[in-house]
Structure formats: C-alpha cells, structure tokens
C-alpha cells in the first residue's frame, strides 16, 4: 500500500513526526542520514533549515529544498509507530480519496445506518472524520490506486 504524508512536525534533536493519510502516526529520527548521505550534512551544520519541512505537493514524501526529500515509503518503513488519541481516525476527503469513492457514499452509509454516527464517524465543525476500522469492515482494504 502507498503511505501519503497528510502531515509533517519537527521534533528536536533532528526527529519528524509524521502523519499518514491513514491515519497513523511515526516518529523518524533523520540523524543516521547525516553519516550516510552528503546531502543531509546541511540539515546538521543549519539546524533552521530543519524546521523548514513541509509536505511534498501530493503527500508523497517531505522536501526541504530542491536537494533534499525524503519519500514516503521510506518515512513510512522506518519511522517508529507511536500511539495517539487520533490513531485510525481519517477526514472523509482522505477515505475517499483512499477508498476510491464519493463522500456521499459515506454519507448514505450513515443515513442508512450502514456505519453508526458516533461509533464509525462523525463531524466535528465542518469536518466529517471516520475510522479505518470501519471502512474497511464496509468496504474491504483500500485501493492500491499510486502503484506504478
């Protein structure tokens, strides 16, 4: 499966948290870099360019500059896990994308008691969330639509 980034914090001590579009969340420590990669050594002799991490265009990784990423298959394969209240918790817009469907789908799903207002999902403001758990219980695993 393809892991996009939905979002990106800089910790001290040169670690990012990291946010996946599905909803789980890791810790990758970018310190090894610096031995293993010329191109990482900036981030150590300039510790602001660090905190200078955003997401790439389409979640597909991080960038700092044009000369330094990193993709998200590797933030995703060795980050560490970490466990948050928000665990398994995904916006509408990213199940749909995800899931390959419309947001009115899930919409009737709730109206037809197919997946339980307060239990699988539910607004808060504007923003309709919905657990993993329960899309894939209705909905089977997500498509692997950025396969090449």
């Known amino acids: 499966m ?4 939905k979002t990106v914090s800089c910790l001290p001590d040169y ?11 890791k810790i990758y420590d970018v310190k090894p870099l610096f ?3 010329e191109a990482f050594k900036a981030l150590e002799k300039s510790p602001e360019l660090f905190y ?3 997401v790439d265009v389409g979640g597909y990784g991080i960038i700092w500059n044009d000369d330094l990423d990193l ?5 995703f394969e060795n980050g560490e896990q970490i ?4 665990d398994g918790l995904i916006a509408f ?3 749909t994308e995800l899931w390959g469907l ?3 789908t899930l919409r009737k799903a709730i109206a037809y008691g197919r997946l339980i207002y307060g239990v699988d999902a539910c607004k808060y403001g504007k923003q309709w969330v919905i657990s993993t758990e329960a899309m894939v219980r209705e909905y089977g695993e997500p498509e692997d639509r950025y396969k090449a």
């Open 35 to 37: 031995s293993k990669w």
């Open 83 to 86: 466990k948050t209240p928000f």
């Open 93 to 95: 817009t990213e199940a």
């Open 102 to 104: 419309n947001e009115s």
């Open 71 to 75: 993709s998200c298959d590797e933030l």
């Open 15 to 25: 670690r990012l948290s990291i946010q996946f579009m599905e909803g789980v969340t």
């Open 52 to 54: 200078e991490a955003k």
């Open 2 to 5: 393809f892991h996009k980034v």
